[in-house]
């Protein structure tokens, strides 16, 4: 009895916890982009940075603005954290990454061209394309 009990009662813990809402969950305000910095007990404060603004790559243009202002001020942060109608964004010196959960998988979404601009991936390969074509 006291097994079945027990396993009850853990089944019922597993069963809790797979339905455990996550901590960080990015506000779904329409045209809002927003700085996240995560804090120490795990919830995560919103900054806005821009409002009005059309898409989540403008979004991202914003917080890439951010992140080189803060680093042409001396400061040491290469990634800087955004988040934008429901979705996360993570820019980084390698490009911008998009993901619908804090936790979940990040899709890489603009990459840096070689003079450090930013560019849907798929624009970058047809210009390297067109470059290695034969004339003619």
Request: glycine share 10%.
């Amino acid at each position: 009895m006291r097994l079945s009990a027990a396993l009850a009662l853990t089944a019922a813990a597993v069963a809790l916890s797979a339905c455990e809402q996550p901590k960080i969950v990015a506000p779904m305000d329409r045209g809002v982009c927003y700085y996240v910095v995560p804090q120490e007990d795990g919830t995560a404060r919103f900054h806005v940075v821009a409002r009005d603004q059309q898409s989540l790559e403008y979004c991202a243009a914003r917080l890439e603005e951010m992140r080189v202002r803060f680093l042409r001020q001396g400061g040491n942060r290469r990634e800087v954290t955004g988040a934008y109608q429901g979705r996360f964004i993570w820019v980084s010196p390698r490009g911008v990454s998009v993901s619908e959960g804090w936790e979940g998988v990040r899709y890489f979404s603009l990459a840096r061209t070689g003079d450090g601009r930013l560019a849907i991936p798929g624009a970058i390969q047809r210009d390297m394309d067109a470059a290695q074509a034969p004339a003619g």
